[in-house]
Nanobody, 123 residues
Framework: QVQPVESGGGLVQAGDSLSVSCAASGVTFSRYTVGWFRQAPGQEREFVAAIGWSVDKYYADSVKGRFTISTDNAKNTVYLQMNSLKPEDTAVYYC?????????????????WGQGTQVTVSS
C-alpha cells in the first residue's frame, strides 16, 4: 500500500521560508513523478510543483523563483522549499504520486495522495 505522508507545515510570517516534506513506503520516488498541490479555503486544489524521476522539475507560475522541489533518494523523500512566502500561499499542501504519464499539473493523473499539511502565512 502506497501512502504519502506530508510533514513540516506551520505558521510563518510573510517573507519567511518553510520546507515541507513528503515520504512514502511502497514506492520509490525516483522512478515516478511526485507532485505538490495546495488548496486554500473556499478554493479548488491547484498544482504547485512536480518532480519527475528526480530530474525533471515543474512549477506553477505563482511560485516559480520562490519554491524549489527536490528529492533525497536515500531517504525516499521529496521536499518543497518555500521562500519569500506570501499570505496567498496559505493553504493545505498535498503530496501526490503519479505512476504513469499524463499532464503533470493535472491532479487526475496522480494515483496516491497524502492527507495534507497546513501552511499558514500571516501578513
Amino acid at each position: 500500500q502506497v501512502q504519502p505522508v506530508e510533514s513540516g507545515g506551520g505558521l510563518v510570517q510573510a517573507g519567511d521560508s518553510l520546507s515541507v516534506s513528503c515520504a512514502a513506503s511502497g514506492v520509490t520516488f525516483s522512478r515516478y513523478t511526485v507532485g505538490w498541490f495546495r488548496q486554500a479555503p473556499g478554493q479548488e486544489r491547484e498544482f504547485v510543483a512536480a518532480i519527475g524521476w528526480s530530474v525533471d522539475k515543474y512549477y506553477a507560475d505563482s511560485v516559480k523563483g520562490r519554491f524549489t522541489i527536490s528529492t533525497d533518494n536515500a531517504k525516499n523523500t521529496v521536499y518543497l522549499q518555500m521562500n519569500s512566502l506570501k499570505p496567498e500561499d496559505t493553504a493545505v499542501y498535498y503530496c501526490a504520486v503519479r505512476l504513469g504519464g499524463g499532464t503533470y499539473y493535472s491532479e487526475s493523473t496522480y494515483h496516491y495522495w497524502g492527507q495534507g499539511t497546513q501552511v499558514t502565512v500571516s501578513s
